[in-house]
């Protein structure tokens, strides 16, 4: 299994900046992609980004130019910056990724993080 622990969410007002983390462990081989979801209250969950094991990033329109994607390949943590926040971006944030580890390979999902901007 692959446990993914997120965390750097909270309560920033509209125009400022918050980092998410999320660290992945476990007896990962390869980090194929990991990204970021949201979701709101009524609303699906969208792709916020992903990073692929390439460096290849990938970003919903609503985010690109203020949200960046890294990944630290020594440390197994993705994370995510987030400038320009808008009161829109309020969410629950997930972090996921694709893995080859000791028991094959899968998907796994974060348990979530909130984030909260106020105008």
């Known amino acids: 299994q692959v446990q993914l622990v997120e965390s750097g969410g909270g309560l920033v007002q509209s125009g400022g900046s918050l980092r998410l983390s999320c660290a992945a462990s476990?007896?990962?081989?390869?980090?194929?992609?990991m990204g970021w979801y949201r979701q709101t209250p009524g609303k699906e969950r969208e792709l916020v980004g992903v990073?692929?094991?390439?460096?290849?990033?990938n970003y919903v329109d609503s985010v690109k130019g203020r949200f960046a994607i890294t990944l630290d390949n020594a440390k197994n943590t993705v994370y995510l910056q987030m400038n320009s926040l808008k009161p829109d971006d309020t969410a629950v944030y997930y972090c996921?990724?694709?893995?080859?580890?000791?028991?094959?390979?899968?998907?796994?999902w974060g348990q979530g993080t909130q984030v909260t901007v106020s105008s």
């Open positions: 990073i692929y094991s390439d460096g290849l990033t």
């Open positions: 996921a990724g694709g893995f080859r580890y000791s028991g094959g390979a899968g998907s796994f």
């Open positions: 476990g007896s990962i081989f390869v980090i194929n992609h």
